[in-house]
């Protein structure tokens, strides 16, 4: 059973940092690109971030382009986030979610496992 | 990059159909068949409901079927059911290695 299980969110204050985890289990990990997806309270999907399976390529939105960096540990069947220069806009939970086919170019993937998501609050 | 366009709202009956749309531009939607919708229950994570345009994963009711004309996609739910009223949301590759989602349709089972 594929399972995602995201950690890290919390209280930060603006200017601040934080990383997200995402433990990924019961699919070959390495063979998938993983995607986060961020949504603010009581707001729609926005999507953030993109890495391939090999972490060879990444991509990211513009409003988070220079602050945040994406990254996995495939020894770890682990996905990152990592968060600097934090915003009030940048509230929201965040997903990590995983693609639907090992043969998808990492931004025309579909995402078909996500986890329950964490939340992450800038305020000070 | 510029999100999707979609009605804040679509509703019908127990047992009809309901259409949603999601206009994009050349770009996006229209000139890419990358399109996904997903379907999201409050307070809950969201679920992939078609994938390119028209496939739709295993376990999806047949009853969820797209397909898009043009620059516009559209998800249309066939025999509404109780367990349909959620959130959806259409999504599309943009071609600068950037992904877009649209606003959101809120599907009501009147």
């Known amino acids: 059973e594929v399972q995602l299980v995201e950690s890290g969110g919390g209280l930060v204050q603006p200017g601040g940092s934080l990383r997200l985890s995402c433990a990924a289990s019961?699919?070959?990990?390495?063979?998938?690109?993983m995607t986060w997806v961020r949504q603010a309270p009581g707001k729609g999907l926005e999507w953030v971030s993109v890495i391939t399976g090999s972490a060879g390529n990444t991509h990211y939105a513009d409003s988070v382009k220079g602050r945040f960096t994406i990254s996995r540990d495939n020894s770890k069947n682990t996905l990152y986030l990592q968060m600097n220069s934090l915003r009030a806009e940048d509230t929201a939970v965040y997903y990590c979610?995983?693609?639907?086919?090992?043969?998808?170019?990492?931004?025309?993937?579909?995402?078909?496992?996500w986890g329950q998501g964490t939340l992450v609050t800038v305020s000070s | 990059q510029s999100a999707l366009t979609q009605p804040p709202s679509a509703s019908g009956s127990p047992g009809q159909s309901v259409t949603i749309s999601c206009t994009g531009t050349?770009?996006?939607?229209?000139?890419?068949?990358?399109v996904s919708w997903y379907q999201q229950h409050p307070g809950k994570a969201p679920k992939l409901m078609i994938y390119?345009?028209?496939k739709r994963p295993s376990g999806v009711p047949d009853r969820f079927s797209g397909s898009k004309s043009g620059n516009t996609a559209s998800l249309t739910v066939s025999g509404l059911q109780a367990e349909d009223e959620a959130d959806y949301y259409c999504?599309?590759?943009?071609?600068?290695?950037?992904?877009?989602f649209g606003g959101g349709t809120k599907v009501t089972v009147l």
């Open positions: 050349s770009s996006d939607a229209g000139g890419y068949n990358y």
């Open positions: 019961g699919f070959t990990f390495s063979s998938y690109a």
């Open positions: 979610a995983k693609a639907g086919m090992t043969y998808c170019y990492s931004t025309r993937c579909p995402f078909d496992y």
């Open positions: 390119e345009v028209t």
């Open positions: 999504s599309s590759d943009v071609g600068r290695n950037s992904v877009v």
